[in-house]
């Protein structure tokens, strides 16, 4: 069974609609990907530099009972998230 013409160009019209549908997606979901990467990285970046502002001078000026009373309360609010063991271990 031969294809008239008329067929073989409809096929060809959706299969480039396809190929070009799909690699807009693909570029899409790679472009969010390296933009949500990159958010991730500046946020890290931007909690590590709070944390190191924080304890700083009670590192430089050995303060160690203000950074035992930083660990403490630190560790209270992570428990606080339940991102910690349920089972206390």
Same mark, same amino acid.
């Given at each position: &069974? ?8 409809i096929a060809y019209a959706f299969f ?10 693909v570029y899409s979901i790679y472009i969010?990907?390296?933009?949500? &990467? ?52």
């Amino acid at each position: &069974m031969r294809l008239s013409i008329r067929s073989k160009l409809i096929a060809y019209a959706f299969f480039i609609a396809f190929l070009v549908g799909g690699g807009i997606s693909v570029y899409s979901i790679y472009i969010g990907h390296e933009r949500l &990467m990159r958010k991730f990285e500046q946020n890290s970046r931007h909690i590590t530099g709070l944390l190191a502002a924080t304890i700083f001078d009670d590192l430089y000026f050995s303060n160690l009972q203000a950074l035992r009373l930083l660990v403490h309360t630190t560790a209270r609010r992570i428990q606080g998230f339940g991102s910690v063991d349920h089972e206390r271990r």
